[in-house]
């Protein structure tokens, strides 16, 4: 599966952004889908993840009720809707899709299949 994320930009603190992440194949419907984010000097850390029927989403701690993690399987596509944006939110945003199919629990990938270019999102205070 190839995924491209899009939607990245800059905003305000306090404001919101929505990413979407296009994957190609037909298989789409079958991943368990997650977003990723690396800032500056760090190392890559989970946000968020829906599974393959988008029954299921986890969210990382530092992001709970302020983003939401959806897909649209018609279109191939998952989405990241971001409110409520901080200043620590500044990071490459990558999509990632789980290579075990059908899956409830979303598996990180290892290597570099399975991962889109990411889009970076910077958040000014």
């Known amino acids: 599966v190839q995924l491209q994320a899009s939607g990245g930009g800059l905003v305000q603190a306090g404001g919101s952004l929505r990413l979407s992440c296009a994957a190609s194949?037909?298989?789409?419907?079958?991943?368990?889908m997650g977003w990723f984010r690396q800032a500056p000097g760090k190392e890559r850390e989970f946000v968020a993840a829906i599974s393959w029927s988008g029954d299921s989403t986890y969210y990382a701690a530092s992001v709970k009720g302020r983003f939401t993690i959806s897909r649209d399987n018609a279109k191939n596509t998952v989405y990241l809707q971001m409110n409520s944006l901080k200043p620590e939110d500044t990071a490459v945003y990558y999509c990632?899709?789980?290579?075990?199919?059908?899956?409830?629990?979303?598996?990180?990938?290892?290597?570099?299949?399975?991962w889109g270019k990411g889009t970076l999102v910077t958040v000014s205070s």
């Open positions: 990632a899709a789980d290579p075990t199919l059908y899956s409830d629990l979303f598996h990180t990938p290892v290597g570099t299949d399975y």
């Open positions: 194949g037909r298989t789409f419907s079958a991943y368990g």
